[in-house]
């Protein structure tokens, strides 16, 4: 049994994890970028809705007329405003998706690779 030493073994570890990495396929490559992507859209969408709650919260509290109230009603126009764009970030984001899919299947020169 051969002896290697820790930086040996690290740069061992190093390259198969790189040779991992080159033979992930296309449509796999594809899939993990589509889960980060999602994953990011997610994210947005728990933000905003906890914010609504929040704010809901808020305006429950104050008496209307007040500056805390017209803040309230102020912020939860604007977040109406940034929530009604989530369903175009997610129909480009899946046309992304889309397109990286078929320029990776059939390659960049028109299936030529």
Excluded: C, H, W
Excluded at 74 to 80: G, I, K, L, R
């Amino acid at each position: 049994m051969q002896k290697f030493s820790n930086a040996r073994l690290a740069l061992m570890t190093a390259e198969v994890y790189r040779n991992m990495k080159m033979q992930i396929s296309k449509k796999g490559a594809s899939i993990m970028e589509l889960s980060s992507g999602i994953l990011g859209f997610v994210v947005v969408a728990v933000v905003a809705v906890v914010g609504f709650l929040i704010n809901a919260k808020l305006a429950l509290q104050t008496t209307s007329g007040t500056y805390a109230y017209n803040a309230t009603v102020t912020v939860d126009s604007s977040m109406q405003t940034i929530v009604s764009f989530l369903p175009i970030v997610a129909i480009v984001l899946v046309g992304g998706f889309v397109i990286v899919y078929l320029l990776r299947s059939f390659g960049p020169g028109g299936g030529s690779a």
